[in-house]
């Protein structure tokens, strides 16, 4: 190992990016896969639950009862991911950040031996169980990984591993819509192993991951092992001098000690944190109310009623899947550039006027014949747009506007908003599509013009500004300059590194 002292800056070492690779496609890539994978086979699956009725009842199943099924099997993922939320701070306490991880794929193997036996047992039964213990695992994973992805980062990386967990839900969802293709899995014999398939990446981590460091913060100031700590982080790094590393890492130990440890109720009542908390839930909400899963849970069936061909709707799909890939890779580069609050207001703007333009496209399409062609091109634009700000950026503003004691809470409350709002989307959704009709896109567009005046409002720009200069936007808005001296205790004994994080 090299003689090496660098402070706040590391290289990516080889064992950084396999970590942060194992880590991303056993957990965060199912997160993507399991959203995309009931899109595609719906139509054999519903034929399966109405087939599977039958055999039992000698009746067919009642319209009614199917979609409520249906939307069953759709809204017990998010959930599943609301639960998984309400489990994180004590996986992560109690088995630390790689254990958890290693842990949670018992909610994916087990499921996914249960979907793909579903058909042979004739119980549609088996895949909303599973559907709920896929939804456990990304509700963990999707806290988890950023939490042990963080902590393993060196400074000057954190914010480009931040965004690879996204990166790579959305490429679990492409994986799922070429996987689903007609051809490939998405038929009358192939689904169950379409669902099943959400296995394989679990079963890979659960092998390699055990060889890779655990969180040397974990480590150190969870289990008090400053030998483990230090092996730890000389793996990670790739050098042997970490002694600077080793040393803030106590000093933030100690900062969190002087703040005290701040639970989900005490978080609702302090006033110093108020406008934190407010922004937080708002980009939570925001972010899966603005209609993002709307589109790609019935993402075919949007094209079906914007007149694309049967045959055809399956690449459309997949292309906007591959879409979301390249503008997740491009948000990477660019989040230190044009900076957090600019990507926000972009994004949601441009899924308001998505929406906007879809409701007309939609309402128009029997009577103007190239209409179906501006539908397909609104649903491109919005996936663009949420790309850019909305799907990316608030779980890293989590990070950027609480201070270290107050995140963990903060983590709970912005997991379970996220996962509560998901799960209405999916479960309420195909009935104000029945009801509304082209007109259900409204809703969404509301939420996505009232998210936007918020942000412009009252999220201020975090790029390039210091930990304490992001406080004090926030101490003025909240009017606690004198009443709080405690959260300046807290900042003051942070040391000079880490404030300029």
């Not at 949670?104 to 579903?118: Q, R, T």
């Not at 042979?120 to 042990?148: D, K, T």
């Not at 550039?337 to 308001?352: A, D, P």
């Not at 406080?471 to 009443?483: A, G, L, Y």
Request: aromatic residues 12%.
């Amino acid at each position: 190992m090299e003689e090496k002292n660098q402070e706040g800056t590391g290289e990516l070492t080889l064992v950084l990016a396999l970590a942060t690779l194992i880590a991303a496609f056993g957990s965060s890539f199912q997160y993507g896969y399991n959203v995309a994978a009931v899109n595609s086979p719906s139509e054999f699956m519903q034929q399966f639950y109405n087939d599977t009725y039958y055999d039992r009842n000698e009746e067919n199943i009642e319209s009614f009862t199917l979609t409520l099924l249906w939307s069953l099997t759709v809204s017990m993922f998010p959930f599943g991911g609301f639960i998984g939320s309400l489990m994180v701070g004590t996986l992560v306490n109690k088995l630390g950040r790689k254990g958890a991880l290693l842990f949670n794929n018992i909610f994916s193997i087990l499921p996914a031996i249960l979907m793909g036996c579903s058909q042979i047992a004739q119980s549609f039964e088996l895949i909303i169980i599973s559907r709920l213990l896929v939804g456990i695992c990304a509700g963990i994973s999707s806290n988890v990984v950023p939490m042990y992805l963080g902590e393993l980062a060196p400074k000057n990386l954190r914010g480009a591993l931040g965004v690879v967990p996204q990166l790579f839900i959305t490429v679990g969802i492409l994986v799922a819509q070429l996987f689903g293709l007609r051809s490939l899995l998405a038929n009358e014999d192939g689904w169950p192993v379409l669902l099943g398939l959400t296995g394989v990446p679990a079963g890979l981590q659960l092998l390699l991951l055990p060889f890779f460091p655990e969180s040397p913060r974990y480590l150190l100031i969870q289990k008090k092992n400053e030998a483990a700590a230090e092996r730890a982080l000389q793996t990670l790094r790739g050098w042997k001098d970490v002694h600077l590393e080793m040393e803030e890492i106590r000093k933030e130990d100690e900062a969190e000690k002087a703040a005290g440890f701040i639970s989900v109720w005490k978080l609702f009542t302090m006033q110093s944190l108020r406008w934190q908390l407010i922004s937080m839930i708002v980009l939570m909400a925001g972010q899966q109310l603005s209609g993002v899963n709307a589109i790609y849970y019935y993402a075919d069936q949007i094209y079906l009623s914007a007149g694309v061909k049967s045959d055809d709707v399956q690449y459309v799909t997949a292309g906007t899947g591959a879409v979301n890939v390249f503008m997740t890779i491009l948000t990477i580069f660019v989040v230190e550039l044009w900076g957090r609050r600019f990507l926000l207001l972009v994004g949601f703007s441009t899924c308001l006027i998505a929406c906007l333009v879809l409701t007309a496209a939609l309402a128009l399409q029997n009577t103007i014949s190239w209409m179906p062609y501006i539908s397909i091109v609104c649903v491109i634009v919005y996936v663009i747009g949420h790309a850019l700000g909305p799907s990316p950026i608030p779980a890293l503003l989590i990070t950027e506007i609480f201070l270290q004691s107050s995140r963990p809470a903060a983590y709970m409350i912005g997991g379970s908003v996220h996962w509560l709002s998901n799960f209405t989307v999916g479960l309420i959704f195909p009935f104000i599509q029945m009801g509304l009709g082209p007109y259900s896109f409204i809703i969404f567009a509301t939420i996505c013009l009232l998210t936007t005046i918020y942000i412009f409002m009252v999220v201020p720009e975090t790029k390039g500004r210091t930990f304490v200069e992001i406080n004090q936007i926030f101490t003025m808005k909240n009017k606690v300059s004198d009443k709080y001296p405690k959260e300046e205790e807290e900042l003051s004994t942070l040391p000079h590194t880490i404030l300029e994080q």
